[in-house]
């Protein structure tokens, strides 16, 4: 079984920038491709970002990217979402995910494990 705890979530401004981290208790985190998802009120659950657990190739929802960054450091256990010019639109609860894969994947359905979720809130 694998825990995902995600902390980092916060208000912030329009243009402000927050760190998300995903702490993963997992035995071997090189067989997980982990992602971010979010899901704001009212929406579903949507892709935000994948790392594969080798190579550390990453993909982006093209409303984040250039924006966002998401890398892992496998020697903590730990996944990132680095959050940079902050928009309203980005205000959702943000989800940690974890796959036994070594492929990319962005489907929701298509993850195994969850996070509780944290929420980041960006004011106009």
């Known amino acids: 079984q694998v825990q995902l705890l995600e902390s980092g979530g916060g208000l912030v401004q329009t243009g402000g920038s927050l760190r998300l981290s995903c702490a993963a208790s997992v035995r071997n985190v090189t067989s997980y491709a982990m992602a971010w998802f979010r899901q704001a009120p009212g929406k579903e659950r949507e892709f935000v970002a994948v790392?594969?657990?080798?190579?550390?190739?990453?993909l982006y929802a093209g409303s984040v990217e250039g924006r966002f960054t998401a890398f892992r450091d496998n020697a903590k256990n730990t996944l990132y979402l680095q959050m940079n010019s902050l928009k309203p639109e980005d205000t959702a609860v943000y989800y940690c995910a974890a796959r036994h894969t070594t492929v990319i994947c962005t489907a929701r359905n298509e993850y195994e494990f969850w996070g509780q979720g944290t929420q980041v809130t960006v004011s106009s």
């Open positions: 790392v594969r657990p080798i190579g550390l190739n990453t």
